[in-house]
C-alpha cells in the first residue's frame, strides 16, 4: 500500500515478484511461529522417521528433533492476508478434490477408466 496522496489514498497495485525460477525450492513438512514485537518468524523444517535410537530418546525426552530448512520473517500487518491467502488455497483445493472425485465417481458408473491426480491449486500472492 502507498502513502495517501493528495488527490486521495494511492491505489494498490499488483505486485508481481521475478527471479522464483533462478531459486531453489525447499520442501518442508513442519512449520513452527514465533512472535516478537516487530515481526511474526516462521521457521520451516522437515520432520522424517527416525532411526530405533533416535525414537528411543524423543520417547525418553518428550521432544522430537526436525531439521530448519528455511526462516522467513513478516510483519504483522501482513499476517491477516497470508491466511486469508492460505484459506483461500485451502478452500481451492478441497473444491478441486471434491470436483474430481464426482467426475471419477461418474466415470465408474459409465463403466469408463479413472485416472489422473487433483490439479494443484492456483498462485495465490500475498501483499
Known sequence: MGKARKDGPAKP???ELVGEEYMPRIYANFCQ??????????????M???TETQQTEAQKSGKIKGRAKAVI???HQMVPGLVQALQTVVRA??????????Q????????EEVEGPVPPPEKKTVH
Open 73 to 75: 520473517a513478516i510483519p
Open 13 to 15: 497495485m499488483a505486485v
Open 93 to 102: 483445493q478441497k473444491e478441486a478434490q471434491e470436483r474430481q472425485r464426482a
Open 104 to 111: 471419477q465417481e461418474a466415470a465408474l458408473a459409465a463403466g
Open 48 to 50: 522424517a522417521p527416525g
Open 33 to 46: 511461529l514465533r512472535t516478537s514485537p516487530y515481526d511474526v518468524s516462521m521457521v520451516f523444517g522437515e
